[in-house]
Each structure stands twice: as C-alpha cells, then as structure tokens.
C-alpha cells in the first residue's frame, strides 16, 4: 500500500507484434484511484483490433485488456464505494452518477473522463505504468493484461464475494453487451422473432437474451458452421449460413422465407455490409435493428432512406446500454442464480504467459473467449 508495485504485464510496445511479458512498475493509485490485483482477464476482438494498428486512435506502447476481474489492492484518497479487499471487475463504460449523461436514464456513456481515457491517460492526466523507466498508456480504463493496474472509482464496481472472478470476468464486456442490447436498447417482447448476424461470444449472449426475453424464433447467421453447435445451446432455433441465398442479395433471401423479416435483428460483427443486410431484413412497418460490431476505421453504413420511412428502425449500443456500475453487480448476482450463463462462453483456459495464443485462436475463429488466469 502506498509503494510502487512491480508486477508481470503483457505490453504491446508497437501495432501487430505480439505482446510481451515485461516486468513492469505500478504506481500507487491517486485520489479516486483503485489500484485492482487482476485475478483472470479474457480477450476480446477490440483488443485484437487496436493490436492490429487498424484502429486509428490506438496509443502505443500501452497494456491492454478490458475484460477482467481481480481484488482491490489499495485506493487512493476519497474512495468511497470500494476497499482493500473487495472482489471487483474494472469497467471500460464508467458511471460517475453526476455528468449530464449518468442522470439521464436514457443512456449509459457516462463522459466524466471520456478525454483522458480515449487518451490512455488517468483522468488526472498522468500515467501509473512505467516499463524500463519508460511510461505505458492505459487502454479503455481498464489495462487488465497486468498483474496490477490502476483506474478510477468510477470504473470499477464491487461484485458479490461469492463470484468465481474467472467467470465473471467476461460481464466486464461482450457478454453484458449481447444481453443488454435485447434487455436495454431493444426491449425484445415475448412471441418476438430475433436473427442474429455473428456467433461469436456477443451474438450468442443475444441469443441468451432472446431465449430469456420470451422470443419465439431465434435466427442465428454465421458463415463458420461450426458455431451453429454453440448457438443451438444458447437458444437458437434456426441457423443460417449466408451463403444459401446465392446472388440474390441476403435480406431479400431472408424477408422471403421468415415471414417478411423479422421483429429484432442485431449485427455482431462489425461488417457493414452485414448491418445493411439486418436493417433491411428487419420487418416493413415495425423492425428494428441494432449495431453492436464495431466496423473498421472510417467505414460507412448505407440503405434507402425508404427503409426507414417504411418503418424500420436503426439503432446502436456500447455495453448493452448498461449504466455499469449499477448494474453489472446485478449480472454477476443473476450468474450466481444460474439466470445467466457464463461458463459456456469460456472455450480456453489459459496461463497469463500464453496471451498470445489466446490472441490466435481469437483470429483462426476457435475461441469464445480465452480466460487467462494471472
Ligand atoms: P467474434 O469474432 O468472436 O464473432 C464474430 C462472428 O462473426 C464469428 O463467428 C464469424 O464467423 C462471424 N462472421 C464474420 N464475418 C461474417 C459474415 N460476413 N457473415 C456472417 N458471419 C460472419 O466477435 P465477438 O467477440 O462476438 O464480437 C463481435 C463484435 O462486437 C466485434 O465487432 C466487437 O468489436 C463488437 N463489440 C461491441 C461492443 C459494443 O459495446 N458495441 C462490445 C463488445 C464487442
Ligand atoms: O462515450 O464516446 C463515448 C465512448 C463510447 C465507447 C463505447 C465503446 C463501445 C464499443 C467498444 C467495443 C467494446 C469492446
Ligand atoms: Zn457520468
């Protein structure tokens, strides 16, 4: 407490390398800081993405990782809602409770350190990593891929002690984003039909979600079949490979044999020729449509405006539409109450030294989520 921690972190010192295990020195946690002992993190496709160099606001050398869980260590002046001690999970969407957008219940992108944290800086504007005297830039308020790192209060929430932190590591991402975007952005009714454009982790916690909100018929579209396997566990009651509809465009494919189209439809890829297509097969008259694939760099989405003058509706969500503090104590309680599935989600458990093969198996498409054990 109070002293610089020196720990292992996976650092990605320049784009499209693979990470390396440095040694590295943390920093004490200022005032409404939290400095977390991280205990397991999974990998998602945005790390993937900013490893890549695609994403154009990606900060090197910097630590990423978003996705995890752990025990606070030591907190800094003036934190209130967590201690040393308590099972805690970081949160990329942070709650202040007080900016113009936590008081609002219709959205959850709180922005009281929005500047910083796409700046990979601590809201004070300084950084906590430091590797060969060299400082490394935190990623999404978070930085999991390090045995200790270091966030504000307002991104990190206490979870009941109960939890097993190498599960419920994944409610810090794309599991809570699936779910949300049908409880939250969508609202699915009972009786609904719902098509799922991606069977990764984040389309199959839709379809988790679409079971649980009562919907009658799932569609789950993938163009690896082998993720039709997964998807069937999680609810899906039909699966559709793309490829079916030849050269007839997709939605027209699907508009003609689900009924005009379907109620709900999410894309979770981050394609926006996919997203066209779920805008376009959602029904004339009432259907909605929600992104949650983040699309590359500067790519645009189109349709006719004609789509949505004839009903349709275009939406988009960033986790789930959660506001997180509040609510992702919440999820982990519904995981304890076998309400929410997590375990199936995990398909590699990992050391912390094989990051990168967990980064591997995530692009030759093998893997749900890879949880590292620190
Ligand atoms: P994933 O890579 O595990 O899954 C994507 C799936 O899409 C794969 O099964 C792949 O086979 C399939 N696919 C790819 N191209 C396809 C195509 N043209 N047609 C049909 N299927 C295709 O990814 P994931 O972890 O589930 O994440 C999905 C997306 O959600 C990513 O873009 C990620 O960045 C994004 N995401 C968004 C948020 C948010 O808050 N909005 C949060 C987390 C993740
Ligand atoms: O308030 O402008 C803002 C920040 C929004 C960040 C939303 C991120 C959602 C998608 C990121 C993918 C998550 C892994
Ligand atoms: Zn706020």
């Given amino acids: 407490v109070g002293k610089v921690i020196k720990c292992r972190a996976a650092v990605a010192w320049e784009p499209n390398k693979p990470l390396s295990i440095e040694e590295i020195e943390v920093e004490p946690p200022r005032e409404h800081e939290v400095r977390i002992k991280i205990l397991y993190t999974a990998i998602c496709h945005t790390d993937a993405y900013t490893l890549s160099g695609q994403d154009p606001e990606g900060i090197f050398p910097a630590i990423l990782?978003?996705?995890?869980?752990?025990?606070?260590?030591?907190?800094?002046?003036?934190?209130?809602?967590?201690?040393?001690?308590?099972f805690v999970i970081p949160?990329?969407?942070?709650?202040?409770?007080?900016?113009?957008?936590?008081?609002?219940?219709?959205?959850?992108?709180?922005?009281?350190?929005?500047?910083?944290?796409?700046?990979?800086?601590?809201?004070?504007?300084?950084?906590?990593?430091?590797?060969?005297?060299?400082?490394?830039?935190?990623?999404?308020?978070?930085?999991?891929?390090?045995?200790?790192?270091?966030?504000?209060?307002?991104?990190?929430?206490?979870v009941n002690p109960k939890a097993p932190l190498e599960k419920v590591c994944l409610l810090g991402c794309g599991i809570t984003t699936g779910y949300g975007a049908v409880f939250n952005t969508c609202k699915v009714e009972p009786g609904s039909t719902v098509a799922v454009w991606g069977l990764?982790?984040?389309?199959?916690?839709?379809?988790?979600?679409?079971?649980?909100?009562?919907?009658?018929?799932?569609?789950?579209?993938?163009?690896?079949?082998?993720?039709?396997?997964?998807?069937?566990?999680?609810?899906?009651?039909?699966f559709v490979n793309p490829k079916v509809s030849g050269d007839k465009p997709f939605q027209q494919y699907l508009v003609e044999n689900f009924n005009g189209g379907f109620d709900y439809t999410f894309e979770c890829i981050g394609n926006v020729h996919c997203m066209r297509q779920a805008l376009?097969?959602?029904?004339?008259?009432?259907?909605?449509?929600?992104?949650?694939?983040?699309?590359?760099?500067?790519?645009?989405?189109?349709?006719?405006?004609?789509?949505?003058?004839?009903?349709?509706?275009?939406?988009?969500?960033?986790?789930?539409?959660?506001?997180?503090?509040?609510?992702?104590?919440?999820?982990?309680?519904?995981?304890?109450?076998?309400?929410?599935?997590?375990?199936?989600?995990?398909?590699?458990?990992?050391?912390?030294?094989?990051?990168?093969?967990?980064?591997?198996?995530?692009?030759?498409?093998e893997s749900l989520r890879s949880v590292l054990k620190m």
């Fill in 65 to 86: 990782g978003h996705e995890g869980a752990g025990v606070v260590e030591s907190v800094g002046p003036n934190v209130t809602d967590v201690a040393v001690g308590d």
């Fill in 91 to 158: 949160l990329y969407t942070p709650q202040c409770r007080k900016c113009e957008y936590c008081t609002n219940p219709k959205t959850n992108l709180c922005q009281a350190i929005r500047a910083t944290q796409g700046q990979g800086l601590m809201p004070d504007g300084t950084k906590r990593f430091k590797c060969n005297g060299k400082e490394i830039a935190h990623f999404m308020g978070c930085s999991t891929f390090s045995e200790y790192t270091v966030v504000a209060d307002i991104s990190v929430c206490k």
């Fill in 280 to 365: 376009e097969a959602a029904h004339k008259g009432w259907g909605v449509s929600c992104i949650i694939g983040v699309a590359g760099a500067g790519q645009e989405i189109s349709t006719r405006p004609f789509q949505l003058v004839t009903g349709r509706t275009w939406k988009g969500t960033a986790f789930g539409g959660y506001k997180s503090r509040d609510n992702v104590p919440k999820l982990v309680d519904e995981y304890l109450n076998n309400r929410l599935k997590l375990d199936e989600f995990v398909t590699h458990n990992l050391k912390f030294s094989e990051i990168n093969h967990g980064f591997d198996v995530l692009h030759r498409g």
């Fill in 200 to 238: 990764g982790a984040v389309g199959l916690a839709v379809i988790m979600g679409a079971k649980a909100a009562g919907a009658k018929q799932i569609v789950g579209i993938d163009m690896n079949e082998k993720k039709f396997e997964h998807a069937k566990l999680f609810g899906a009651t039909d």
